[in-house]
């Protein structure tokens, strides 16, 4: 592990200290370069100066075997280096953009301005996200209105967060404490003030929060809520009576559509279905589905597309059209949100 640099931000996950060391190397072999150019200019000036007015250089010879050497030298040094840093960034960028499976999946909406959090459990949070330490924590993102971009200088990740889309960024905080939350991207008069903070908590002290605050639903029993409140469980149903695709095991499934394009169903897919049910017709259906464009928030979209990839997921077999078990098995950790 790396010593703290001063005027640096904390480490606290340990990809942080792997992206510092990756930084330092690269500070360090240009300052290296750099200081070599900067000395052998000044010595080649001094050594090989005019000494007399009427001086004439000599040209070196272009093909010899010692400047054939020193070209092959001078290219393929630099070319190994820059190699080597690609590589180790490659690796890094990587394991940033990969969040691992078993990670607790929390939702974040961005809003001119502020950071609006959802636990899977269901408690919510405004510019503050409290997290256990040393479990993996994958956030997925989306704005309500203009690109806003969720950076933690502490964590050293930062990721845009954009209207109508889902990103994601992943972290695992090994360092109790608060750390800064900031939007990075220009979103507004009050874009500066659109800040907060992450507060990583030892794991019992996380369950205790948790229990603390006012409890909600989960994010899968909203959902749930949600299906049967929108009557979508009315026409998406496992019965013969199905007017809609069944959805259980949707989510990650190719899926045939009307236009003979083959698709995989995933967050963004099921969002579209929801707001522009027209846009993708799946073969054997027809598009009788009213929109919902106005209708649900992202929070609202969030849960349903939470509770859709739920379905089917625990091999129980149960389908869109029971959403009440679903419900009460949501809170349960074999739920699809874990
Ligand atoms: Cu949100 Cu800047």
Not at 49 to 68: I, L, M, Q
Not at 130 to 137: M, S, Y
Not at 165 to 186: M, N, Q, V
Not at 229 to 249: F, I, K, Q, V, Y
Request: charge should be neutral; hydrophobic fraction near 45%; charged fraction near 20%.
């Amino acid at each position: 592990m790396m010593p703290d640099a001063p005027l640096f931000p904390v480490r606290a996950t340990a990809l942080a200290g792997e992206i510092d060391q990756l930084f330092w190397t690269a500070v360090g072999i240009a300052g290296f370069f750099s200081v070599l150019i900067a000395l052998l200019l000044f010595y080649f000036g001094m050594r090989y100066r005019r000494r007399h007015p009427d001086e004439v250089g000599s040209s070196t010879e272009h093909g010899s075997k010692a400047t054939t050497a020193l070209e092959i030298g001078w290219s393929v040094i630099p070319l190994g280096i820059l190699i080597f840093l690609f590589a180790w960034g490659l690796r890094i960028y990587f394991d940033v953009a990969r969040p691992p499976s078993d990670a607790a999946e929390f939702f974040v909406v961005g809003k001119q301005w502020m950071w609006k959090v959802q636990h899977p459990e269901g408690r919510r949070e405004i510019n503050e996200l409290h997290v256990p330490l040393g479990r993996p924590i994958k956030l997925t993102m989306t704005s309500e209105d203009v690109i806003h971009s969720f950076f933690v200088p502490a964590f050293r990740i930062k990721q845009d967060v954009l209207p109508g889309r889902y990103t994601t960024l992943w972290f695992k905080a090994d360092r109790a404490g608060s750390y800064h939350l900031f939007c990075a991207e220009f979103c507004g008069a009050e874009h500066s003030r659109m800040i907060g903070r992450v507060v990583v908590m030892e794991p019992h002290d996380y369950q205790s929060w948790l229990a603390g605050g006012p409890s909600g639903p989960s994010v899968v029993s909203s959902g749930a809520e949600l299906f049967v409140d929108r009557a979508c469980h009315t026409c998406h149903r496992p019965d013969s009576a199905a007017r809609a695709p069944n959805l259980e095991g949707l989510v990650g499934r190719s899926v045939r559509l009307q236009d003979g394009r083959t698709i995989i169903a995933d967050d963004a897919y099921v969002r579209e279905s929801i707001l522009l049910p027209q846009a993708k017709i799946v073969a054997g259906y027809q598009p009788i589905m009213p929109t919902f464009t106005g209708q649900l928030d992202e929070e609202n979209l969030i849960q349903l597309i939470s509770y859709i990839k739920g379905l089917g997921a625990s091999g129980t077999g149960r389908g869109a059209g029971s959403p009440a078990p679903a419900a009460a098995q949501a809170g349960a950790p074999q739920g699809g949100m874990r």
